[in-house]
């Protein structure tokens, strides 16, 4: 059973930084596209980062670019997401999710690509 778990979330001031775990569980994530979502209240869910099968590739969207970064550990099966220099309009929910299908790229934009997701961390800048 393919199961999702993400920590890490919490509060900090803007220009701090927090590193997000996903801990996997039912599959190998080094097998599989990870990503990594957001959810802001009132906005729709936007795919902040992604990393491909065996991390060969990496997308990320433009406003977290030079600042986070997608990482895997694939001997204890678990995808990280560092943050730094946090802004305000970074704060949302964030959810980790897999690939619907192994061995495959991913792209920061195909949110309909994943099908195994987490249940979110929250993450709150303030100024």
């Known amino acids: 059973q393919v199961q999702l778990v993400e920590s890490g979330g919490g509060s900090v001031q803007a220009g701090g930084s927090l590193r997000l775990s996903c801990v996997a569980s039912g599959f190998r994530v080094g097998d599989y596209a990870i990503g990594w979502f957001r959810q802001a209240p009132g906005k729709e869910r936007e795919g902040v980062s992604c990393?491909?099968?065996?991390?060969?590739?990496?997308d990320y969207e433009e406003s977290v670019r030079g600042r986070f970064t997608i990482s895997l550990d694939n001997a204890e099966n678990i995808a990280y997401l560092q943050m730094n220099n946090l802004r305000t309009e970074d704060t949302a929910i964030y959810y980790c999710a897999a690939h619907l299908r192994p061995r495959r790229l991913c792209a920061v934009g195909a949110t309909s690509d994943f099908a195994y997701w987490g249940q979110g961390t929250q993450v709150t800048v303030s100024s």
């Open positions: 990393i491909a099968w065996g991390g060969s590739k990496l």
